[in-house]
């Protein structure tokens, strides 16, 4: 989870729980305020009701509209009752006239000159009542009762209906809360984003990349350090390849000169002993220059060479042109396994370089009279470059390994040369243009080199340097 996914919901859960903390107890008191001036209300409309009834207890009509009146104001079943519980006047119904209450709990109480109220159910409305019953007092005696009855399912709906209101005010807030928590956590992470991405390029080789010194002052702080350290590093690097170019010259040149000097005094030489070991320690130097070669390309000393577009199959024939004298001289057929059309971009010099290395370790490797094959084949935007052998192969554990700088795998147990860079300098050529290298074992034996690059559509230029022979190896 990203950080600002992280920010966003520690927020919106710590302003959720404030919101729960402040809603359900106001939820709960609205509740029992709203209850309380219910019950208030009705006991304060039934005392009304009855000071106004107790002078017309003996006048039938003026009570009857009295209690019809009093009871659409109530939104209520309003009844009246003598000293004896019998019905005086009901908003029901006429019909309940003379009916006898007075074995009702509340009437009874309210006979008694108690007042009472309550919440009952009511069988025959299938809801729950409120019920509010008061005496109807006449100079200091009670003469009668009054009970008003209210659905408590009103009650309960204006009740939910404020509870509603309250969440739908705290869900307006989460909301509001989360949109203002985004925006801050994009404000704190926006600057980590851009140093990331800097932090990347520089990965890829942009010493110059620089990130934006914005954000909190902390923040700041960091992409101040990391551009101080870039720096830094660029620096150290160029001091290191401006050594690297000085070594190469300063070594190539005492490394030409001893080479022919060896090779005028294996020509001068009578001796076949000394004339031998002449020719060897010439070998040793050539050795020598290309494992020097090798290390100046690992180093990566000197600047990004120009890419251009390149026909596969050119660049494959012009390799198998390379190298079909030192495949003769090692008794092995190197041929070419054509595939469809093709274009990559690269430097025509690391192309050369990764299938120079390549097809030299498939000789090395494997056995004379046997065959090597170059093919390539179109893999979506992929091309793939394959150099194949019928060696011994890899073992188990070594699909890794063998790109590991000077290791050379179990393979060389029979003396093969090679220096232990060949791959490594062919994977890291190959990461400079986006590809990957890939060594595995084929199913009928020998090993499999293959190297992915990126297929681009625009044609070779017609003057590609690639059928130039290369300082020859081996």
Request: with cysteine; hydrophobic share 40%.
């Amino acid at each position: 989870m990203s950080l600002r996914a992280r920010l966003v919901v520690a927020f919106a859960y710590v302003l959720l729980l404030v919101i729960v903390a402040l809603e359900v107890p106001l939820a709960l008191n609205l509740s029992k305020r709203v209850d309380a001036e219910i019950k208030s209300e009705a006991e304060s409309q039934a005392q009304l009701l009855a000071a106004g009834a107790s002078g017309r207890l003996t006048d039938d009509d003026q009570l009857q509209r009295l209690v019809e009146s009093s009871s659409e104001n109530l939104g209520g079943r309003v009844l009246v009752v003598g000293p004896r519980g019998r019905v005086l006047a009901d908003s029901a119904s006429e019909e309940s006239r003379g009916e006898p209450y007075g074995t009702r709990p509340e009437i009874a109480a309210a006979l008694n000159g108690r007042p009472s109220q309550g919440e009952r159910h009511s069988d025959d409305l299938d809801e729950d009542l409120l019920f509010t019953a008061v005496p109807v007092v006449s100079n200091g005696r009670t003469v009668g009762a009054v009970r008003v009855t209210q659905s408590v399912d009103a009650v309960n709906r204006e009740v939910r209906n404020d509870v509603l209101a309250l969440v739908g005010v705290g869900v307006v807030a989460l909301l509001l809360g989360v949109v203002v928590a985004f925006l801050l956590a994009n404000s704190l992470a926006k600057p980590l984003r851009g140093l990331a991405s800097t932090a990347r390029r520089v990965e890829h080789g942009d010493l110059d990349a620089r990130a934006r010194e914005e954000g909190s002052t902390e923040q700041r702080e960091v992409a101040h350090a990391f551009n101080d350290m870039t720096a830094r590093v660029g620096d150290t690097l160029k001091s290191q390849r401006e050594f690297v170019a000085n070594a190469s010259h300063q070594l190539r040149t005492p490394l030409t000169g001893l080479r022919l000097r060896l090779e005028a005094a294996a020509l001068k030489s009578r001796d076949p002993e000394v004339e031998r070991e002449l020719t060897a320690a010439e070998h040793e130097t050539e050795r020598l220059a290309r494992l020097l070669s090798e290390l100046l390309t690992l180093a990566g000393g000197g600047e990004q060479p120009t890419s251009q577009p390149m026909d596969v199959a050119q660049v494959v024939e012009s390799a198998c042109v390379r190298w079909a004298r030192p495949a003769e001289r090692t008794d092995h057929e190197l041929s070419i396994e054509p595939g469809p059309p093709a274009v990559v971009a690269a430097s025509p010099e690391d192309l050369a370089a990764i299938l120079d290395n390549l097809t030299e370790n498939a000789l090395n490797y494997s056995p004379p009279n046997t065959s090597v094959t170059l093919t390539w084949a179109v893999d979506g935007d992929r091309v793939r470059l394959a150099v194949l052998d019928e060696g011994p192969g890899l073992d188990a554990d070594e699909s890794d390994r063998v790109f590991q700088r000077f290791y050379r795998g179990s393979a060389s147990a029979g003396g093969a040369p090679g220096t232990g860079l060949g791959l490594a300098v062919v994977e890291s050529l190959a990461a400079r243009w986006g590809g990957e290298v890939t060594l595995t074992n084929r199913p009928e034996g020998g090993a499999r080199a293959e190297v992915a690059l990126q297929a681009v559509r625009a044609l070779p230029r017609a003057d590609s340097p690639l059928d130039e022979p290369l300082p020859r190896r081996g």
